[in-house]
């Protein structure tokens, strides 16, 4: 059984910064890639930054400059600094991973239970 805990969510003011962590434990072989999406009240889940196993890295348009994701291998953990925040980055955060079991098994694509990030203008 697979587990993805984050942490760090919570209410900041406009122009502030927060960050998000997320450590996954349990039956792990290997990690691939690893990401943050958000999902807004009324809109879609949709990708915030991803970060792969070799640490390249992409980004949403709209947190480009101001997010920034990394990884720590060791302990099986991903963050997210989040700088010069904006209201409309309000929303839930969740983590997502691509997780390998076992030695020659597929990944499995895991997610954490959200953390709510507020914005005040």
């Known amino acids: 059984q697979v587990q993805l805990v984050e942490s760090g969510g919570g209410v900041v003011q406009a122009g502030g910064a927060l960050r998000l962590s997320c450590a996954a434990s349990g039956s792990i072989f290997s990690i691939k890639a690893m990401g943050w999406y958000r999902q807004a009240p009324g809109k879609q889940r949709e990708l915030v930054a991803q970060i792969s196993s070799g640490g390249s890295t992409n980004y949403a348009d709209s947190v480009k400059g101001r997010f920034t994701i990394s990884r720590d291998n060791a302990k099986n953990t991903v963050y997210l600094q989040m700088n010069s925040m904006k209201p409309e980055d309000t929303a839930v955060y969740y983590c997502?991973?691509?997780?390998?079991?076992?030695?020659?098994?597929?990944?499995?694509?895991?997610w954490g239970q959200g953390t709510q990030v507020t914005v005040s203008s």
């Open positions: 997502n991973a691509d997780i390998g079991p076992s030695r020659g098994w597929g990944t499995i694509e895991y």
